[in-house]
């Protein structure tokens, strides 16, 4: 049965990355920072599902904490950014 | 007192009397004088002791270890000559200290010119007594330096500073070349000793080296002589103090360099190459000096050119390159001491007298100071080779040396000649010293009505002048057994004959004299319409030494070195890092480049090629391309892109099999991401322009093309080498061990967090506190910070949203904001338990699965950086407790405190020991060391990045808003307390 | 009690949290949960978070029913959207409700609801006439979404929210 | 694959179906931010990420991980209850956020500041 | 492994550790005269553990007093420290250094900004944890601890130019930190270890066609160190820096280049000695000529300066590259020179740094960096400053006279101080290097390093005296400056060190000797670190 | 491969951050640092070798075996690099403001090229 998680693993990691990179294209692209903002949100939560299938992939819970993390981060990734694009300061 | 430590008493009794002169009150001016006097005299006395022993030819010595390793001991060494030359030094040091007590006015600090004084005679002592090179250059230094400080001694005026700096440049850099030529001198003779040196003559002379150490060694000896070309520091260095002068440029420093000159002649004189050099530098000197002597209008200056022209011969002298010449040269320096230590003296009185010392104002002196006249006179006399006088003597054998036949050159055909005719000026400066001073009509527009001077004064140049007439007219049984001993010194068994006595009959050398004489009297009676009314000697009026000395010196020193330091440097950074990268290129390429790569490894980690971490590469390489591209007009975007590459940066830790990097990389992108926001705030808007003026654009283009080549080039060298290393087998790694005994000795599983909290806890505990140090310094700058004017304003956003606000009756301002975050807000305070749960949760179990202190605190800075976002810095500081110093001290005191607990048991710094802790209920806990040290960590990286983070927020607040008294973070140094 | 636990359920929900990332029951597991909801819920109050008031646990799981429909729903809708299966000529826009919610965990929690379903966006709440806005993706008929938010969220959420 | 192959077929199956439409959701949403023509619009997308894909790449991993385990591992659902829990949050900020930013360049208010202006409002702008 | 004395050794990095600690615990700027006396006490019992150390190493066996093995690991494999002549050497210089400028600080640059206390005592920390540490990674780390106090410490007391020359320190630095990572990397990655003396073991078993990149390794790190010690054309970013910092943070700074070289002449001669087969002498060519560009610079540097700030600097430039030129000539008694050289100029360089701030105090009333700074920021925390601390000294001018005097004459190289001597011994045994008896000709670098020499001496001699002549003669109605005690006695006492060194040149060259000796036979090291390896604990480590 | 693509990303990331330290302002500076530390890091890990799959963490309580993990030294230096350069960056951009502030230029020199 292996084969199956085989191949869905690596069809999913694959999935995964190309919605990496649309992400990373809009991030690039913009054309406004908000788009970059949510380019770059997106980019994270991509990552992030990406750690956890890596998990499956190698069989190991080791990778958990990095997507909690990743996750984590991310939201505070992208309220600094949105909240720097709202007043123009990060903490006022 | 044995004689060796008769030596040591001699030259440490000037420093020590130095020394206590030091600390003496500026007005006891007779202590002074008697202190420094009875050194004087003292010294003298312990000199004189030794007579007997000299005089049969005996060598003091007295020898301490010093530098054994490099062949170097403190050898004191006192032979004929020596004993000559320490006699001068401390008789007419004597002398001197008894004028200046009455040369000085009560305004000046007598402390300080005795102190300086009895110094440079400890340090001219040296030069006399020393038994080695590298000691003899010790002092001969020293005493450039007591001189300087002597000539500058009434330092307020330029003059005296010019030329207190010159002397010292030119001395010391001559004394510089004294050294090296020592030290090659040493390199050939194989020792510093002076015995092993004047003994190994031969081997010198023979030395390709010899040219250079001659050369070398004679730089130093002109310079101090002042002989042509380095001789025109000494008429400057006459705005000393004239008994600096009778000291220093009679007696006693201007004789170092032809001391030096006959100590080292059985060394390196006998050669073609001495007879040119030294020869022709005496002959020079000798004769330009006699000439422009007679053309000074300054009495001072007068005597300056004429111990120019006296040191002039005896360098010439002792360039002749006979022993007689040795002899001569000897015999000269003795007497031009006594008398021109007079005459200095005489001028000195008669400054102090009238108040001036130009010859043109002087005259008929004799009518108010009949005795200082007839000590003058009998001075001038001995100068000017009047027999029965000591002068007469030494230059009677002067010319008798000339006429000999040395290399049978024109020029030493032509000697007797051009010496008749220097002399010539000799006699006539001498006369005018006497005839324009002191005879005709008495002056009455002088500064001061003259007088004769108190006796004390007059007694130094009336003893000097004793010793002209006396040894002028008994030489044998005064100097004679002194000159035979220095004599022998120098020469060692083969002192040639000579004899001391007034009368040799009808020589060619007495004919000499006469000619001399009497033409010397016509000169000075023919060239006197001109002296009266000129400055300066014709032809040579217009070169002053000084004046091209200082314009070499800026041009050199300055204006060359500006230049220099302009083209080898660069106060600009990005050349600076261009010259930085392209260097460790270059060291990384050489050894490429030299020994080749050899052959490439086949694949040996996990050689399939992996299709998502090639899209997570893409995507990785584009963000940091483009990061690259925007960084400069799009500041936001470049921040977002920062983070792509982070974020593949981390995933390849994933990938790698490193989950602890990528949870700290993670993490710490995270917290740099809202650090540089937070910056982003202060720094200028840069709006991208479009065609900028044409004029740098080629330059701005060429620079960007090199950049861009040390970029490509420092990018692929990184990557080939990495490559490289990827592909070849591992070495046997230390860290075989670490993974072995991580779980047997360590008690952890995470072998990572083994090696961090255990194994390698030292760099951890440097690593946290290098954080802490950085988080101080954060906070010290910017407690400090003024932003610039620009950027004071608020950002426009909210200027923009408060104007909205206030023109709209029904909103308060603020209410975007606060509509905007009301849900948000809420959010983000519940997660600050949350993502608190999660910090103690990665804290707690660091030590067996990905996790650990630092990502444990930094993770909780993240919670409350999330609720300053969220909230605001004054409501939250309101609210918490925010003390990150402490929070830093704290951690790190416990990290430490962990690691020297083992000191308790015996064990060195940072064991660790780990054990199970039977708990009822709830069983085994394990309890490591390495996790008290985990939660040091925790609480200094908290601390930290907290402290660093509210830092930069709280200039937003400092810079517009007044903080109103809050509750929270009142101690700890916590940036609340800034209320600006 | 309310002192030694203002947060009863925030609490609760760290206690789970904390044995959830451990993946352990064990005794020393739930006392240090215990600790940690004790502790975040001190710093609730610290961070003067309003109290919430739960009530209704019926409604909470029929809310949650519906809305892991809807989300399943909109997800499928959306994504046909972006790849392009659509049918007609898709319009969007923003969508105004009135709402009587004013409780914060009441309209944070609609907010959730609204964000996580995909094709709808919460674009602001303005509380003095308590306007909700909304941006939806697909715009067909605006009276259809303003019935969809207050009737099946917003009276759950009343009830919920007492 | 290590321990993977102990795995029974069923849960094997159940991964690779929820992991398959998980990030396939994933995919599509990224998608839909190249092709989505304005910001409002691909402020949507994303959202079939953090939803049903976190959702289905979570339950993936609970199956396999519970099933090579042999007991539940729930770990996964920290991460999705924290998405669902952060995304509202950072989206309101930057939704309000670019609306304030394109009515402070355009001059025009956005649809949300005072409470008046209704109905559908074009935002095809694509300046910067 | 368990003596007092034993843990003497680690003493002089956790001593200024607890101390930074103390005061940050204590809640950091509130207790400032608690942190003075922290600081003042901590530093003095550096300087009696340094004896100590020194005293120990002096009738050790190899001078290596001893190897302690943190966290009681067994070398190589974790971190051990190592008490040998010559980091025992350093201890003292930066010991005796860090005591002077901590008592100096006192009378009011403590005052200029927060946090001096613990960042002067990190620096302690940072700079004897380098001098101590025999593993690589560890000597980064240290190498940050105290760049990181250093860029504190550059900036303390903030204004413009400080700001501005911090900038360039900071980013050069930065990317040699980088560098030193590559460097340590690469060579972990061919030879597997990261201990020194087991890296020194390792070197001539490196296989050939591995060589190249461990070489390339050894030569990006050594550009790390190089830039530390400030080798042309690495160090234009030196002279603003020290020329803009506060007084007693240039004094500390002296030592700071000379970290640089004592790693230069620790690694160097260890890893690149006879011993190490096909890779013996790396580079040692390229070290004497950048050591000798480094000379000429800063020779042409000292005598572009305007200002004595800039004139110090360079002078460091000086110093540093006479000891990089000694080093890469590679001789057992040139090394033993460089050694006495480097402590005297070091001595006298932050003696005049300190004596800068003295003299200049004076010069151009109301130019006191502390008024300027209290006037464009309006800062309270100065106002306390007016307060005044220690007593006053009389007959200020001449003492600042004299040892103006004493500086000169060290940096100068003239005698009577060590300046002299240091030279000589540099210079003798260039030219001599077999020793002087031999005969043997000496090489051709030796000539053009005895130019260099004399030639930079001229070059300072003129600057100082220039600097001197414009600082107490040219102005003779220039105000007095009001000078403290506790600032005059920290110059003096390192003035007189130097003339200690003079006198005692005899057992201190011998002792420097015996320090380059050992450096050159790096087996005695290596057996120390390595040699008692086997006797590792067997079983658990500690388990209670 | 998977060693080619990693060296391509360090290449790129050093390449783009010595690119943007040779800048003139210092946000390029500060940003090209980063860059650069990232590059150094994955560098630094790349030393060890690549092993997927193979965290050093033990699964069981006993001796680890040296071939069964990737290497965990690099791994351990980079954890240390990685919270020193974090350090150092927060220092450098305070020193950036700073500097900017008083300086009133954003250049690194401190003052805007004359030209
Ligand atoms: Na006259
Ligand atoms: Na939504």
Redesign the interface.
């Known amino acids: 049965m292996s084969t199956v998680l085989d191949w869905s693993t690596m069809a999913a990691l694959i999935m995964l990355g190309l919605a990496m990179a649309c992400a990373a294209f809009r991030m690039l692209r913009g054309p406004r920072a908000q788009d970059r903002v949510v380019g770059f949100d997106s980019l994270y939560v991509s990552a992030m599902l990406l750690l956890l299938t890596f998990g499956i992939r190698s069989a190991s819970t080791l990778y958990f904490e990095a997507a909690l993390v990743m996750a984590m981060l991310g939201f505070v990734g992208t309220a600094a950014l949105a909240k720097f694009l709202l007043r123009g300061e990060v903490i006022e | 007192m044995p004689r060796e430590t008769l030596l040591i008493a001699v030259i440490l009794l000037p420093f020590a009397g130095s020394l206590i002169t030091l600390f003496f009150r500026s007005n006891v001016r007779n202590l002074e004088a008697y202190l420094a006097g009875g050194v004087a005299i003292a010294a003298l006395a312990l000199t004189a002791l030794s007579y007997p022993d000299i005089v049969d030819g005996n060598v003091i010595r007295s020898k301490a270890a010093w530098i054994p390793e490099l062949g170097l001991e403190f050898s004191l060494r006192m032979d004929g000559l020596a004993w000559a030359f320490a006699v001068l030094i401390t008789g007419v040091g004597f002398l001197v200290v008894l004028y200046a007590r009455y040369y000085l006015s009560p305004s000046d600090p007598m402390p300080r010119f005795f102190s300086y004084l009895l110094a440079f005679m400890g340090a001219m002592l040296g030069i006399v007594l020393s038994g080695n090179l590298i000691q003899l250059v010790f002092f001969w230094e020293l005493t450039s330096f007591f001189s300087f400080l002597l000539i500058g001694y009434w330092y307020q005026t330029a003059q005296a500073q010019a030329s207190a700096r010159m002397a010292l440049t030119i001395t010391s850099a001559g004394g510089l070349c004294l050294f090296a030529g020592a030290l090659v001198l040493g390199h050939i003779a194989g020792s510093y000793d002076l015995d092993r040196v004047l003994a190994s003559g031969a081997a010198i002379r023979s030395n390709a080296l010899y040219v250079p150490a001659l050369i070398l060694i004679l730089v130093g000896a002109l310079t101090k002589s002042a002989q042509f070309p380095f001789h025109f520091w000494l008429p400057n260095a006459m705005t000393a103090p004239t008994p600096v002068s009778a000291y220093l440029h009679s007696a006693t420093m201007v004789k170092a360099g032809v001391f030096l000159l006959v100590r080292l002649w059985p060394a390196l004189g006998g050669t073609n190459e001495w007879l040119v050099l030294v020869g022709s530098a005496g002959l020079i000197t000798f004769v330009l000096g006699a000439f422009i002597a007679l053309f000074q209008q300054d009495l001072k200056g007068l005597l300056a050119y004429s111990t120019i022209s006296n040191l002039g011969l005896i360098t010439l002298l002792t360039g002749l390159d006979t022993p007689l010449g040795q002899v001569a040269a000897i015999f000269h320096t003795m007497n031009h001491a006594t008398f021109k230590a007079s005459l200095f003296m005489a001028a000195g009185i008669i400054e102090h007298e009238t108040g001036t010392r130009d010859i043109r104002r002087l005259s008929g002196l004799r009518h108010f100071m009949p005795i200082t006249t007839t000590l003058a006179t009998v001075a001038a006399a001995a100068m000017a080779g009047v027999p029965l006088l000591n002068g007469f003597l030494s230059k009677e054998m002067f010319f008798a040396e000339t006429i000999e036949i040395h290399n049978n050159s024109l020029l030493d055909q032509a000697l007797p000649y051009i010496v008749t005719v220097a002399s010539m000026f000799t006699v006539a400066y001498s006369l005018r010293f006497i005839r324009d001073v002191f005879f005709g009509p008495p002056s009455h527009e002088l500064p001061r009505e003259p007088s004769e001077p108190p006796f004390l004064m007059r007694l130094p140049a009336e003893l000097l002048v004793l010793a002209c007439l006396v040894v002028g007219i008994v030489p044998a049984h005064t100097v004679g057994p002194v000159l035979d001993a220095a004599t022998r010194a120098v020469l060692g068994t083969a002192a040639p004959n000579y004899s001391l006595a007034v009368w040799h009959g009808f020589t060619p050398e007495l004919f000499m004299s006469v000619v001399a004489v009497c033409g010397g009297i016509g000169v000075y009676f023919g060239l006197r319409p001109y002296l009266l009314t000129a400055e300066g000697p014709p032809l040579l009026r217009h070169i002053n030494g000084q004046r091209i000395f200082e314009r070499v010196l800026v041009t050199l020193s300055w204006r060359l070195a500006r230049r220099l330091e302009t083209v080898l440097g660069t106060g600009r950074l990005q050349p600076q890092l261009q010259i930085l990268i392209c260097v460790s290129f270059l060291a990384g390429l050489a050894p490429l480049y030299a020994r080749g790569l050899g052959g490439m490894v086949g694949p040996s980690g996990p050689g399939r090629f992996d299709f998502a971490f090639a899209l997570v590469w893409a995507v990785g390489i584009t963000c940091a391309l483009a990061a690259a591209y925007q960084a400069k007009f799009h500041r936001f975007a470049t921040l977002i892109f920062l983070g792509g590459a982070g974020l593949a940066t981390c995933i390849s830790f994933v990938w790698l099999s490193a989950p602890d990097l990528a949870l700290t990389q993670l993490i710490v992108e995270a917290v740099t991401t809202v650090l540089l926001l937070l910056g982003l705030r202060w720094l200028p808007k840069r709006v991208q322009e479009f065609g900028r003026a044409g004029t740098s654009l080629n330059g701005v283009r060429w620079y960007r093309a090199q950049d861009f080549g040390i970029a490509i080039a420092a990018g692929s060298g990184l990557a080939a080498l990495a490559y490289a290393i990827m592909l070849r087998p591992e070495p046997d790694s230390i860290s075989r061990f670490l993974v072995e005994n991580a779980y047997t000795q360590g008690g952890g599983t995470n072998i990572v967090n083994v090696i961090l909290a255990d194994f390698r806890a030292f760099d951890t505990l440097g690593e946290i506190t290098v954080l802490g140090i950085v988080g101080l310094t954060v906070f010290a700058l910017l407690r400090r910070f003024r932003p610039a004017s620009e950027s004071v304003p608020l950002p426009e956003q909210q200027r923009s949203q408060d104007n909205y606000d206030e023109a709209h009756p029904q909103r308060r301002k603020g209410d975007t904001v606060k509509s905007v975050m009301e849900v948000p807000a809420l959010i983000m305070g519940l997660l600050f338990p949350v993502i608190g749960t999660i910090a103690v949760f990665l804290l707690l179990r660091g030590h067996d699965l990905p996790g650990g202190g630092f990502v444990a605190g930094l993770a909780m800075a993240v919670a409350f950086i999330v609720q300053y976002m969220a909230r605001g810095t004054i409501w939250v500081e309101a609210r918490l407790r925010v003390l990150p110093v402490r929070w830093m001290g704290v951690g790190l005191l416990l990290a430490a405190g962990v690691g020297a607990a083992a000191w308790v048991f015996g064990r060195p710094f940072l064991t660790s020991s780990f054990s199970y802790l039977e708990i009822p209920l709830i069983g085994a806990i394990p309890l490591a060391s390495a996790l008290l040290f985990d939660i040091g960590v925790f609480a200094l990286v908290l601390g930290a990045t907290v402290l660093m983070l509210i830092a930069i927020a709280h200039q937003s607040v400092r810079s517009h808003r007044a903080l109103p008294q809050s509750r929270g973070a009142q101690a700890g140094g916590s940036p609340t307390r800034e209320p600006r | 009690m309310s002192r030694l636990l203002p947060f009863p359920s925030i609490s609760a929900g760290l206690f789970i949290l904390w044995l959830l990332l451990n993946q352990t029951f064990s005794l020393g597991q739930i006392l240090l949960g215990i600790a940690v909801g004790l502790l975040g819920g001190w710093a609730l109050i610290a961070l003067e978070v309003p109290k919430a008031r739960l009530g209704r646990p019926l409604a909470v799981l029929r809310l949650a029913a519906l809305v892991l429909a809807d989300i399943v729903r909109s997800n499928i809708a959306v994504a046909r959207i972006v790849l392009g299966l659509g049918r007609r000529e898709r319009r969007p826009g923003f969508v105004q409700i009135p709402l009587e919610l004013r409780e914060p965990y009441g309209l944070a929690a609609l907010a959730g609801i609204i964000t996580s379903t995909p094709g709808t966006l919460w674009a602001g709440f303005d509380e003095t006439s308590g306007t909700l806005t909304i941006h939806v993706l697909d715009l067909t008929d605006e009276g259809e979404w303003v019935r969809t938010i207050k009737n099946r969220y917003e009276s759950l959420l009343l009830e919920i929210f007492a | 694959m290590n321990g993977a192959a102990g795995l029974p077929a069923v849960a094997a199956i159940l991964t690779a179906a929820f992991l398959i439409g998980g990030s396939a959701l994933t995919l599509i949403g990224s998608v839909g931010l190249i092709r989505l023509r304005s910001f409002s619009e691909r402020l949507h997308a994303p959202t079939l990420g953090t939803t049903l894909g976190t959702a289905g790449v979570a339950i993936a991993s609970i199956i396999y991980f519970s099933a090579l385990e042999s007991g539940l591992v729930l770990y996964q659902l920290v991460i999705v209850g924290f998405l669902l829990l952060t995304t509202p949050a950072s989206l309101i900020i930057l939704f309000r956020a670019a609306l304030l930013r394109d009515q402070s360049e355009s001059g025009r208010e956005a649809p949300v500041q005072n409470g008046q202006q209704t109905g559908p409002q074009p935002d095809d702008r694509q300046a910067r | 492994m368990t003596g007092l004395a034993d843990h003497l050794m680690i003493a002089p990095i956790v001593l200024p550790l607890f101390a930074g600690a103390v005061m940050l615990a204590l809640g950091g700027e509130q207790h400032r005269n608690i942190n003075a006396g922290i600081n003042v006490v901590s530093s003095f019992a550096l300087v009696a553990i340094a004896v100590v150390l020194l005293r120990a190493t002096e009738t050790a066996p190899a001078g290596i007093m001893g190897v302690y093995r943190l966290g009681n690991w067994p070398a190589p494999f974790a971190i051990v420290v190592v008490v040998d002549r010559l980091s025992a050497v350093m201890l003292l210089l930066t010991s005796a250094i860090g005591a002077s400028a901590a008592v100096f600080s006192l009378a009011h640059w403590h005052r200029a900004g927060p946090h001096f206390h613990p960042l002067f005592q990190f620096l302690l920390m940072g700079l004897n944890g380098a001098f101590l540490t025999g593993d690589l990674f560890n000597l980064f780390v240290f190498f940050e601890v105290l760049l990181a106090a250093s860029y504190g410490l550059a900036l303390h007391g903030s204004g413009l130019p400080r700001i501005k020359a911090g900038l360039h320190y900071i980013v050069v630095n930065l990317a040699a930190s980088l560098l030193f990572l590559i460097g340590v990397s690469l060579i972990y990655g061919v030879s597997g270890t990261l201990n020194m003396a087991d890296l020194a073991a390792r070197i001539p078993a490196i296989r050939g066609e591995d060589r190249a990149l461990f070489e390339a390794g050894a030569g990006i790190l050594g550009i790390a160190f190089l830039v530390k010690a400030g080798i042309w054309p690495l160090c234009f970013w030196l002279p603003s820096t020290y020329a803009a910092v506060s007084a007693p943070v240039g004094s500390i700074f002296a030592i700071l280049t000379k970290l640089g070289v004592y790693i230069v002449l620790r690694l160097w001669l260890l890893l690149f000695g006879d011993q190490a087969g096909a890779s013996a002498q790396f580079g040692g060519e390229w070290l004497l000529v950048g050591g000798m560009a480094t000379i000429a610079f800063g020779a042409v540097g000292t005598l572009a300066s305007q200002d004595m700030p800039r004139l110090a600097a360079y002078s460091v430039l000086v110093s540093s590259g006479t000891v990089l030129a000694a080093i890469g000539m590679g001789q057992v008694a040139i090394t033993g020179g460089a050694i006495f050289y480097l402590v005297s100029s070091t001595l006298g360089l932050a003696a005049f740094f300190l004596l800068i701030e003295l003299v200049e105090r004076g010069r151009e009333p109301g130019a006191d960096v502390l008024a300027v700074t209290r006037e464009a920021y309006g800062e309270d925390d100065e106002a306390e400053g007016a307060e005044e601390i220690g007593i006053a000294i009389p007959a200020t001018m001449g003492l600042l006279g004299i040892s103006f005097a004493g500086c000169a004459l060290i940096i100068a190289g003239l005698p009577p101080l060590s300046g002299f001597i240091a030279k000589f011994a540099l210079l003798t045994a260039a030219l001599n290097s077999t020793g002087i008896a031999s005969g043997d000709s000496a090489p051709a670098a030796a000539w053009v390093f005895l130019v260099l020499l004399i030639l930079s001496g001229l070059a300072a001699l003129i600057a100082m005296t220039r600097a001197g002549i414009r600082a107490f003669w040219a102005s003779p109605e220039r105000e007095v400056p009001r000078v403290r005690l506790i600032e005059m006695a920290p110059v003096v006492i390192l003035l007189c060190l130097c003339a200690f060194q003079t006198i005692q040149a005899g057992p201190i060259m011998h002792f420097m000797q015996a320090a380059a000796q050992s450096l050159h036979t790096p087996q005695q090291y290596v057996h120390a670190v390595l040699g008692r390896a086997a006797e590792r604990p067997s079983g658990p480590k500690d388990g209670t | 491969?998977?060693?080619?693509?990693?060296?391509?990303?360090?290449?790129?990331?050093?390449?783009?951050?010595?690119?943007?330290?040779?800048?003139?302002?210092?946000?390029?500076?500060?940003?090209?640092?980063?860059?650069?530390?990232?590059?150094?890091?994955?560098?630094?890990?790349?030393?060890?070798?690549?092993?997927?799959?193979?965290?050093?963490?033990?699964?069981v309580?006993?001796?680890?075996?040296?071939a069964q993990?990737?290497?965990?030294?690099?791994?351990?230096?980079?954890?240390?690099?990685?919270?020193?350069?974090?350090?150092?960056?927060?220092?450098?951009?305070?020193?950036?403001?700073?500097?900017?502030?008083?300086?009133?230029?954003?250049h690194?020199?401190?003052r805007e090229p004359e030209?």
């Not at chain 6, 080619?4 to 390449?15: D, F, P, S, T």
């Not at chain 6, 060890?48 to 699964?59: F, H, K, N």
């Not at chain 6, 919270?83 to 220092?91: G, P, Q």
């Open positions: 491969m998977m060693e080619i693509v990693l060296a391509l990303g360090i290449g790129a990331l050093a390449g783009a951050g010595v690119w943007l330290i040779l800048r003139p302002r210092t946000f390029q500076v500060i940003v090209g640092l980063s860059l650069l530390s990232y590059a150094v890091n994955l560098f630094i890990v790349a030393m060890g070798r690549l092993r997927t799959e193979a965290a050093p963490i033990l699964a309580h006993m001796a680890g075996e040296r993990v990737a290497d965990p030294l690099p791994q351990a230096l980079v954890l240390t690099a990685i919270v020193i350069s974090f350090a150092t960056t927060a220092l450098f951009l305070v020193v950036l403001l700073a500097s900017r502030g008083l300086t009133g230029s954003d690194v020199d401190g030209s």
